[in-house]
């Protein structure tokens, strides 16, 4: 008898409870829907020029960068300018609300930055801003 | 465990909501070699950049700290004008934004930005 009720205890132990994983996976699930759908990260890191009358904006979601060297990134891949305007136009379709941040390199030539945006333009976003960072102090 | 993953998610969401890209909203205006959008019939305060770093308000060589002070003299004459900035195709962008953020701080908050071939 004391034999059985050990091993009944024993299958008591051996059974999984799978509620905190499920809790776990779901709130994997969460993090990963609420990362992704946020900020499309140009993919590369610029130095940004800096601006005293910088406002934040809030619906850019959409980041296009330029290198000093005429590369432009967007979508964490480098694109060629005549991918600019088809890839905007499918995230222009995404999400309708978003407007796009032309971040440029300090050193990045002005007239890139104004092909960009012309592109941008034509792909369906008219509004857009040029990144800059706040300076600082002020 | 759990507890962990829950302020880990909520750590991410603020943090999210947090970083906000910083831009300055500017227009387009045809010029030189790209001309897509057209320019607005009302005048502008004209400012120009060059590829050597040069900046011209109003017809004058100044220096790109002293185009808030002419911006501000020229937004008093003409409150209502909008401001044109042509850069050159060869200018760098920092010195693009500088003379942007010069022209917001000189109190004119219409900026259009273009480009010239020379």
Same mark, same amino acid.
């Given at each position: 008898? &004391?034999?059985?009720?050990?091993?009944?205890?024993?299958?008591?132990?051996?059974?999984?409870?799978?509620?905190?994983?499920?809790?776990?996976?779901?709130? !994997?699930?969460?993090?990963?829907?609420?990362?992704?759908?946020?900020? &499309?990260?140009?993919?590369?890191?610029?130095?940004?020029?800096?601006?005293?009358?910088? !406002?934040?904006?809030?619906?850019?979601?959409?980041?296009?960068? !330029?290198?000093?060297?005429?590369?432009?990134?967007?979508? &964490?891949?480098?694109?060629?300018?005549?991918?600019?305007?088809?890839?905007?136009? &499918?995230?222009?379709?995404?999400?309708?609300?978003?407007?796009?941040?032309?971040?440029?390199?300090?050193?990045?030539?002005?007239?890139? !930055?104004?092909?960009?945006?012309?592109?941008?333009?034509?792909?369906?976003?008219?509004?857009?801003?040029?990144?800059?960072?706040?300076?600082?102090?002020? | 465990?759990?507890?962990?993953?829950?302020?880990?998610?909520?750590?991410?969401?603020? +943090?999210?909501?947090?970083?906000?890209?910083?831009?300055?909203?500017?227009?387009?205006?045809?010029?030189?070699?790209?001309?897509?959008?057209?320019?607005?019939?009302?005048?502008?305060?004209?400012?120009? $950049?060059?590829?050597?770093?040069?900046?011209?308000?109003?017809?004058? $060589?100044?220096? $790109?700290?002293?185009?808030?002070?002419?911006?501000?003299?020229?937004?008093?004459?003409?409150?209502?004008?909008?401001?044109?900035? +042509?850069?050159? *195709?060869?200018?760098? +962008?920092?010195?693009?934004? *500088? $003379?942007?953020? *010069?022209?917001?701080?000189?109190?004119?908050?219409?900026?259009?930005?273009? +480009?010239?071939?020379?």
């Amino acid at each position: 008898m &004391r034999s059985r009720r050990h091993a009944s205890h024993e299958g008591e132990d051996t059974g999984i409870d799978l509620a905190p994983m499920l809790d776990f996976v779901f709130n !994997l699930l969460i993090f990963f829907l609420i990362t992704t759908s946020f900020v &499309r990260e140009a993919g590369i890191t610029v130095v940004r020029p800096e601006a005293t009358t910088a !406002l934040p904006e809030q619906t850019g979601n959409i980041l296009v960068a !330029l290198r000093p060297n005429g590369e432009i990134w967007m979508d &964490r891949r480098q694109v060629d300018m005549r991918e600019v305007r088809p890839t905007i136009e &499918r995230l222009h379709l995404e999400r309708p609300e978003d407007t796009v941040i032309v971040i440029a390199d300090k050193a990045a030539k002005a007239g890139l !930055l104004a092909q960009v945006m012309d592109e941008i333009k034509l792909g369906g976003i008219k509004e857009v801003a040029v990144g800059a960072t706040s300076a600082a102090g002020q | 465990m759990l507890d962990f993953v829950l302020n880990l998610l909520i750590f991410f969401i603020i +943090t999210a909501v947090f970083v906000k890209e910083v831009g300055l909203r500017v227009e387009r205006h045809g010029g030189g070699a790209t001309g897509a959008a057209g320019g607005k019939s009302a005048g502008s305060i004209s400012i120009v $950049v060059k590829a050597d770093g040069e900046v011209i308000v109003d017809n004058r $060589v100044v220096d $790109v700290r002293a185009v808030r002070a002419n911006v501000e003299r020229l937004h008093a004459q003409k409150p209502e004008w909008g401001a044109m900035v +042509t850069a050159s *195709q060869e200018a760098e +962008t920092g010195l693009l934004v *500088q $003379v942007i953020d *010069q022209v917001r701080l000189g109190g004119v908050q219409n900026v259009s930005v273009g +480009t010239s071939s020379k």
